[in-house]
């Protein structure tokens, strides 16, 4: 269970810190670090994330960081996309969606590093 808190404050803070998608950590704790499946840790994470977006989202309002109208636009097309996505993370294998997750993660790093030294 104290993995489960550490892996939650971890993701939270770190989320709030560099606005990354819960996801992004909360799906690799939820495998490393507790054992779950790549399926099971990614249905927790869409559920775990909705508090800390939450609550970051009304924290970033605050300070006047939101755009309001892509905001709504981007979530009821991910609403949308999610339908899909989910539909098909089950009827992969675990294994596929492994390597998709760790594909996504390598090129969203690799584009972030390529940016921050161009700047």
């Known amino acids: 269970m104290i993995d489960v808190v550490l892996v939650g404050l971890a993701a939270g803070f770190i989320a709030g ?3 990354v998608g819960g996801g992004v950590l909360i799906v690799p704790g939820l495998v490393v670090f507790i054992g779950l499946s790549q399926l099971d840790a990614e249905a ?3 559920a775990a994330i909705v508090p800390t977006a939450i609550v970051g989202t ?3 309002d605050r300070y006047g960081n939101v755009r309001r109208r892509d905001a709504v636009l981007i979530g009821a097309l991910s609403a949308a996309g999610g339908f899909g996505g989910v539909a098909l993370a089950n009827l ?3 294994r596929a ?3 998709g997750f760790a ?3 390598v090129v ?3 584009q972030l590093v ?3 030294l161009r700047s």
Request: overall charge positive.
């Open 17 to 19: 810190l560099l606005g």
């Open 44 to 46: 927790t994470s869409l």
């Open 58 to 60: 009304w924290s970033q």
């Open 92 to 94: 992969l294998p675990q």
């Open 97 to 99: 969606l492994q390597l």
């Open 103 to 105: 594909g996504l993660m």
């Open 108 to 110: 969203a790093a690799t």
């Open 114 to 116: 390529r940016r921050a």
